[in-house]
């Protein structure tokens, strides 16, 4: 298989060049505004491991920019089939045999933006119900706003003054991973770092934890 390399010149005083996978065989360089193509090539050729590790990121992971009809979509763990059809209004509907309908204006495709925002509901309806249960059960106080936002990897966040967002791409996970992230993102309303008595409220509520954050690290659904 074929790998990209697309190259982001950076417009910021940046001094080195660091590589990041973009989707399976897909990677963008981000140079020094005045590095010369050559050094890019070395910088390349030296991380050739980099390039391998790229690859092994399974197919379906990350979703496409555009979607079609046929992609598979996998929500809360499990594998549907995305079906495109022409409407005057975006919507989805989850069929819950194996087909995700997704209305299109366009017809034919998709953007990975507005099948997320399509998602939005089913994941949030999710999350606030389990948020609810979980803090009780943590013995923790009530929480501020929740939020969604589409990142590309961070799973998700607490403020300080209790507002949590996660990432929209939960949807694509088993349950259980997303409730690892809920009693993550709980847990740090009382210990705002990563200390060991941190993990120890995650392991008390969470024992499974362990699978969930190689599951996410691994981005097995997306
Ligand atoms: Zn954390």
């Not at 982001?8 to 990677?27: A, C, D, H, Q, Y």
């Not at 995700?100 to 997320?116: F, L, N």
Request: charged share 20%.
């Amino acid at each position: 298989m074929a790998i990209s390399i697309s190259v982001v010149r950076s417009p910021k005083r940046l001094f080195s060049t660091t590589m990041r996978i973009i989707n399976r065989g897909e990677i963008e360089l981000r140079a020094p505004q005045r590095i010369n193509i050559e050094t890019l090539f070395d910088f390349v050729a030296k991380n050739t491991k980099f390039l391998a590790k790229s690859l092994s990121i399974p197919q379906q992971a990350i979703l496409p920019k555009t979607l079609a009809t046929g992609t598979d979509l996998f929500l809360f763990g499990k594998r549907y089939l995305l079906e495109i059809i022409p409407a005057q209004k975006q919507n989805i509907v989850v069929n819950h045999n194996d087909k995700v309908v997704a209305m299109a204006k366009r017809g034919k495709s998709i953007s990975r933006h507005s099948i997320y925002d399509l998602l939005t509901n089913e994941l949030s309806s999710y999350i606030i119900t389990r948020t609810t249960q979980l803090a009780p059960q943590m013995s923790l106080i009530p929480f501020g706003k929740i939020r969604f936002k589409l990142v590309r990897s961070l799973w998700g966040s607490c403020t300080k003054t209790g507002s949590l967002t996660f990432n929209k791409r939960l949807i694509h996970y088993p349950k259980g991973v997303i409730d690892y992230v809920i009693i993550h993102e709980l847990a740090h309303l009382q210990q705002h770092n990563h200390s060991k008595a941190f993990w120890d409220i995650v392991e008390k509520h969470c024992p499974e934890h362990k699978q969930a954050r190689l599951a996410l690290k691994k981005r097995i659904y997306g």
